[in-house]
């Protein structure tokens, strides 16, 4: 995979990462939309699936969000 910047930090991470390993901000964006995940969305007007705008709700993944834990 490539390599990209980070959007918050500046720091080159690796394609494979989810999170960037200098400041841990999250690097896939979901469309509140369709739910497709992308990767470094932070620039895009619109997504790609669906055409959603994502200036008006963008939002950073958090895989501990998507299951709840049953204690």
Same mark, same amino acid.
């Given at each position: ?5 980070? /959007? ?17 901000? /999250? ?35 958090? /895989? ?8």
């Amino acid at each position: 995979m490539n390599a990209y910047k980070c /959007p918050k930090c500046g720091k080159v991470t690796g394609g494979n990462e989810k999170f960037c390993n200098e400041c841990g901000q /999250p690097l896939n964006i979901i469309c509140p939309e369709c739910g497709e995940v992308w990767r470094f969305m932070f620039d895009y007007k619109f997504c790609p699936s669906c055409g959603h705008n994502m200036k008006k709700e963008s939002k950073p993944t958090n /895989p501990s969000t998507h299951k709840p834990i049953n204690l």
